[in-house]
C-alpha cells in the first residue's frame, strides 16, 4: 500500500487487532495506511511522547509478541529486532496531532469510523443478550434448545467449541 492508494480500497477492519483486552492497531500496519515508514511514524511518537500514555500505546512484550508473530503466516515483519508498538483509540485519534499530512488526516477519520461501528456491534450485541435473558425467564423451560442454540451462535468465533464433522467411530470394549 502506498500514498496512492485510494481509501476506500483499504480494509481497515482487517488491521484491528485484540490485545490485552483492547482493540489496537500495529505501528506497521498505521505507517502502512499513512504513507509512512514505521520508523518515521515512531520518531513522530517519541518526540511527543506526552500525548501517549500507557492506555493510549504501549509496546509488545516478547510473548506478545511470539504470538502475534505466530498468527500470520507469510512474515511482513523483515526481520524486526523489537517488538511493535500499539495504538488504542485514543492513540491514533492523538497520531492526528503528530502526523498532520493529508492522507493522515483521511486515515484517521476513517479509522475513527470504523472504531465507531466496532462498538456499535458490540453495544448491539450486549443489547440483543439482555433481551434473550428477558426472554428465555419469561417462557418455560421447552424453549430451551432454542435460546441455547441462539447463545452458541453469538459466541465469538473463538469461544465456540468445534466438534468433529463426520462419523466418529467408537471401538466396542470387549470383556476379559
Do not use: C
Not at 500505546?57 to 517488538?83: C, H, P
Not at 485519534?93 to 503528530?98: D, F, N, R, T, Y
Amino acid at each position: 500500500m502506498n500514498q496512492k492508494t485510494p481509501l476506500q480500497t483499504i480494509n481497515i477492519k482487517q488491521h484491528i487487532l485484540w490485545i490485552r483486552n483492547e482493540k489496537v492497531m500495529l505501528d506497521s500496519d498505521l505507517a502502512n495506511l499513512y504513507g509512512v515508514e514505521t520508523k518515521i511514524l515512531l520518531q513522530a511518537v517519541k518526540r511527543n511522547m506526552d500525548r501517549f500514555p500507557q492506555d493510549f500505546m504501549f509496546q509488545l512484550d516478547k510473548q506478545e509478541f511470539e504470538n502475534l508473530k505466530s498468527q500470520i503466516v507469510t512474515s511482513s515483519w523483515g526481520g524486526r529486532r523489537y517488538a511493535p508498538y500499539v495504538f488504542t483509540e485514543q492513540g491514533v485519534a492523538m497520531l492526528s496531532s503528530v502526523l498532520r499530512s493529508k492522507r493522515a488526516i483521511q486515515v484517521n477519520v476513517e479509522i475513527m469510523r470504523t472504531f465507531v461501528q466496532f462498538r456499535q456491534i458490540l453495544s448491539e450485541n450486549k443489547s440483543l443478550e439482555k433481551h434473550l435473558i428477558a426472554l428465555e425467564q419469561k417462557y418455560d423451560k421447552q424453549f430451551s434448545v432454542v435460546f441455547d442454540a441462539i447463545k452458541q451462535l453469538m459466541l465469538p468465533e473463538n469461544d465456540k467449541t468445534k466438534n468433529p464433522i463426520g462419523f466418529v467411530w467408537q471401538k466396542k470394549k470387549t470383556k476379559k
